[in-house]
């Protein structure tokens, strides 16, 4: 028999055995409760009353059942028995509870119970039920209910189990011995408190000599010393968890730890060569890789993040070198410009380094490495190179033509020194107003300069080599006009001045200032005066202030309207610059009716006028309205100027043989070439490739050759379908023609008629050709004909 049969059956014989009263299971004797005196055999209620301790009236034994019962019949459990049964049958026992009536089933007559099914302590340990004795015919209670367990002995039946299958972990490479790795925990279902069954020891099954396991708490600890991660990176450790102390005869248990050892920085980085070549060239921007250098580390993640630096380097300044985080790489970067021409090689030494040093590895040895950089310049074809960023140059604003303002210079920085041709950007100089000198440089202008105008001029100018046009270079030149005094100083504004009739002698009405837009170094100083021919006769005077303003003064008491309404006064202004300028500007003063505070009331009668009509804006608004209507009656007699071009035919009643319209003035009957009316006349008279005159002929189409379709003949009686469709096809395939619609009549009557045709396009040209005699014999409708055409020429 197997093991768990035999630990159950072990289990069977020991609880029967012991519940029997032989090995002292005794019946136990229920009571109620009180309050023991003090004696311990009586008491008393709230009531002071004394109680009495009464017998419970029934037995029953304590009970326990083991699990996994394997027997055919159903296990005994235990037997109920109450103090009033007397054997006579009249005692009935009832059982409730938990598996009353399904796992447990009472007799009802003698109080055995048994179990009708198997029981597992795992799924459930003990049982709560309740039990009571009544008479059988009464149904009366004979005891109060009671309350027992009956409790399920475990047997070792359940392996460990682990918590996790598998485990995952990590510990660093190169720990130390001892050092922990993970904790495993297994579980076993069976009672911890009975017996061994559920007391696990650990032990491990692979994974020796590198990983131990503590028996006790499944800790696993490093067991070997120096594990390099570089050498072996994953490791499968199985561990066993054995139940009954691990003795023989114990279920057990395995799970699997996946163990990796995590990267420490225990190597130094070490450059794939010793020494690195690059070749750049000159051209080459700043900020451009000029090469990739490599170091290699066997570490992986942050510690094999690494630093390049230069230690060594015969241009100073000249590159730089960064690492590229993604690959640990060395990238060498331009940070100065290149010239061939004055140092063609460079020399560098450079270092790396781990940027997350452990300590630890210190004795290790240095985790630093050093590697040397040559950097060959090649040379390129540069463009010429100018002397100055830029160019500032000052001329005088009344500078002669063809003066020289400065000059500019530039060279060929290569080594054959090719000869550069200089040029102005047009684009700059839009009015081409400077030039330059191709050869040497010099800027000189072409026309008269105004700083009034224009008091910065900024153009470019452009350096090219002779031997390759390609190789250009510009640079910006600012040129500065200066300032030469050349304007007369002018009234800063148009002033509208008045003296009251009743003005006073030395009154003030009005003053005066100057503007000029020359601007000398020391700024504007003008001197205000009367002019001279104004002296003798002169009603104002003028005081200058010595502030660049003047007073306009009266020089009399009173002044009249009626004999004088409007004065001119004249001022001369003077800038005091060198060459000096000077102008008159004429002050014009109304004379005006004033309050006795000076307040105008009243002026001449032009200005009554004025004032009584219309104010300016008033004026301006109204000729600006009389304009726009100028201009609506003018775009409407336009407009009905454009009259609809009249159709070739009026009206559907009006055909007339060969109706053509043009609008060109012809060249008389000499004319022929506008239009060729024979085409109309006979159908197979085509002249192909004829050019209209009334139009300018398009060079750029060739007539346009469409298969011809051969005219109605005369003898085959053709039809007059074919001809018109004949002459459309030449209009459509016709290039000259106008690009609007048009319309072309024509009267071809058919060819093979008796009376042959009626058109007059094919009869004589003159009246006495004819022989109209044979109207006489058309009857009495037709004599008048016959007597204006018919007869001798002496008649008519």
């Not at 699990?67 to 006579?88: A, P």
């Not at 709560?128 to 005891?143: D, G, M, S």
């Not at 042959?756 to 009869?763: F, K, V």
Request: hydrophobic share 35%; aromatic share 8%.
């Amino acid at each position: 028999m197997d093991q768990r049969r035999l630990c159950a059956l072990v289990m069977l014989w020991a609880v029967v055995h012991l519940s029997s009263p032989g090995y002292g299971l005794r019946a136990l004797r229920r009571t109620t409760g009180g309050r023991r005196g003090p004696t311990g055999l009586t008491g008393q209620d709230a009531n002071g009353v004394p109680l009495r301790r009464s017998k419970r009236g029934w037995m029953w034994n304590q009970f326990f059942l083991l699990e996994e019962y394997t027997g055919t019949d159903m296990q005994y459990v235990g037997k109920l028995h109450s103090d009033g049964d007397r054997g006579d049958g009249s005692v009935r026992y009832v059982l409730t509870g938990e598996g009353a009536g399904t796992l447990f089933k009472i007799d009802e007559k003698s109080g055995d119970i048994h179990a009708t099914k198997r029981l597992d302590r795992e799924e459930k340990s003990y049982y709560i039920l309740h039990a009571k004795a009544v008479n059988r015919f009464t149904n009366e209670a004979l005891e109060g209910e009671s309350e027992f367990i009956i409790k399920i002995h475990d047997i070792n039946d359940n392996e460990p189990r682990f918590t996790k299958d598998p485990y995952m972990a990590r510990v660093p490479e190169m720990s130390d011995v001892g050092t922990s790795v993970i904790q495993v925990t297994a579980v076993d279902a069976d009672d911890a408190t009975y017996g061994n069954s559920a007391k696990v020891v650990y032990s491990i099954l692979e994974g020796q000599p590198y990983f131990s396991v503590d028996p006790e708490t499944g800790l696993i600890k490093t067991a070997l010393p120096g594990m390099d991660r570089e050498v072996k990176e994953h490791y499968q450790v199985v561990i066993q968890a054995k139940d009954m102390a691990g003795q023989m005869g114990g279920l057990s248990g395995t799970t699997t730890v996946s163990i990796t050892l995590s990267d420490v920085n225990d190597n130094p980085p070490r450059f794939t060569k010793t020494l690195y070549e690059f070749r750049v060239l000159e051209s080459n921007e700043l900020g451009s890789t000029v090469g990739i250098v490599r170091a290699m580390d066997a570490d992986i993640g942050p510690n094999a993040e690494m630093e390049y630096r230069i230690i060594g380097s015969d241009g100073p300044g000249m590159f730089d070198i960064i690492a590229n985080r993604t690959t640990q790489e060395g990238v060498i970067l331009l940070r100065k410009p290149l010239d061939y021409e004055k140092k063609r090689q460079y020399s560098l030494r450079i270092q790396v380094e781990n940027v997350h040093i452990n300590p630890r590895f210190y004795s290790m040895g240095p985790f630093r490495d050093e590697a040397s950089v040559k950097i060959v310049v090649e040379d390129v074809d540069e463009p010429p190179v100018f002397e100055r960023p830029t160019y500032i140059m000052e001329v005088r604003e009344d500078a002669a033509r063809n003066t020289i303002i400065g000059s500019v210079s530039a060279s060929d920085p290569d080594d054959k020194h090719s000869l550069v041709r200089y040029t102005i950007d047009r684009r700059t100089d839009m009015d081409r107003v400077f030039n330059i000198h191709a050869g040497n440089g010099s800027v000189f202008i072409l026309r008269e300069l105004d700083r009034e105008e224009k008091a910065w001029h900024n153009i470019s100018v452009i350096a090219t080599e002779f031997n390759n046009p390609r190789q250009i270079s510009r640079v910006p030149v600012y040129i500065r006009v200066l300032d030469v005094n050349d304007n007369a100083p002018t009234f800063a504004t148009n002033y509208e001045t008045f003296v009251c009739e009743n003005a006073k002698a030395n009154q003030r009405i009005q003053t005066v200032s100057a503007t000029d837009p020359d601007e000398p170094l020391g700024g504007h100083r003008f001197v205000f005066s009367l002019a001279p021919e104004a002296n003798g006769k002169a009603n104002f005077s003028v005081r200058d202030n010595k502030d660049n303003t003047a007073w306009i003064l009266t020089r009399r008491n009173s002044y009249n309207s009626l004999q004088k309404s409007i004065y001119h006064v004249p001022v001369v202004i003077t800038d005091g610059e060198f060459p000096e300028q000077s102008s008159t500007n004429t002050l014009t003063i109304r004379v005006c009716t004033c309050d006795r505070e000076g307040n105008m009331k009243l002026c001449n009668p032009e200005a009554l006028t004025a004032r009584a009509g219309l104010s300016t804006g008033a004026l301006v608004a109204i000729l600006l309205c009389v304009v726009i209507l100028l201009m609506i009656v003018v775009l409407f007699a336009a407009l009905r100027r454009q009259r609809k071009k009249e159709p070739l035919i009026i009206s559907k009643e009006d055909v007339r043989d060969n109706v053509v319209s043009y609008n060109d003035e012809g060249g008389g009957e000499e004319d022929t070439q506008a239009f060729d009316i024979c085409t109309l006349r006979n159908p197979e008279a085509i002249e192909e490739s004829k050019q209209r005159r009334d139009i300018i002929p398009e060079t750029f189409y060739p007539p346009v050759r469409r298969p011809v379709v051969p005219p109605p003949s005369r003898d085959n009686n053709g039809d007059v379908r074919d001809f018109i469709n004949q002459r459309l096809q030449d209009n459509d395939s016709d290039p000259t023609a106008p690009p609007y619609d048009s319309l072309a009549t024509y009267a071809y009557e058919g060819n093979g008629s008796v009376a042959e045709s009626l058109s007059s396009l094919e009869s004589v040209t003159t009246e006495g050709d004819q022989d109209y005699n044979y109207l006489s014999e058309w009857g009495p409708r037709f004599k008048k004909l016959a007597d204006m055409y018919g007869g001798d020429d002496s008649d008519s």
